[in-house]
């Protein structure tokens, strides 16, 4: 079902508070709750309770469940809350796998992407180029000298100077 816009307005400052507490919000009677603003005389639902979806105590998420039966919310609860804990772990193994699968492809120092993943960009690229009969242009940068800048001025300098040329690019 729609929610009305009341409700979202509604549930913007429930979840405020739930940021805050970092505790589920129960409210047994929507239309009397001083957060909701009736703008209408739709009451689609009468009930509502909001789970923080946390992962180390910082809450980046809400589960809010609308319902017209407070006893059925009631009776949920606890069914509600182990879902809420368990999209959060969902949400933290996915947010681990991406951060693993951009270390996996990119250099550590220059955060650019590493050879190997740059081979499989460019063959999937003249694949593409190929397919589309659009030409291609690969540019490749080389920085002279650079083995006798780091015997100069030492690898430390050498790294920074790798990350202020892979900034610029």
């Known amino acids: 079902a729609r929610i009305p816009c009341s409700y979202l307005e509604f549930e913007k400052h429930v979840i405020d508070d739930l940021s805050k ?33 946390r992962i180390n105590e ?3 998420g809400a589960l809010t469940i ?29 947010r681990q ?5 951009q270390l996996a492809i990119t250099d550590n120092l220059t955060r650019l992407y590493n050879r190997r993943y740059f081979m499989e960009l460019l063959k999937n690229e003249v694949l593409r180029s190929q397919r589309n009969k659009k030409p291609l242009s690969v540019a490749i940068l080389d920085v002279d000298n650079f083995g006798n800048y780091n015997n100069t001025h030492g690898h430390p300098m ?8 892979s900034d610029i690019l």
């Open 158 to 165: 050498g790294d920074k100077l790798l990350r202020e040329i």
């Open 97 to 101: 796998y991406n951060k693993i699968k």
């Open 66 to 94: 609308y319902s017209n039966s407070i006893d059925k919310l009631k009776e949920n609860v606890d069914f509600l809350s182990i879902i809420a804990n368990q999209s959060a772990m969902a949400i933290q193994k996915a």
């Open 58 to 60: 910082v809450v980046f």
């Open 21 to 53: 507490t970092r505790s589920k919000v129960f409210i047994p009677l929507i239309s009397s709750d001083e957060r909701f603003k009736q703008e209408s005389t739709i009451n689609a639902y009468s009930s509502l309770v909001s789970f923080p979806i």
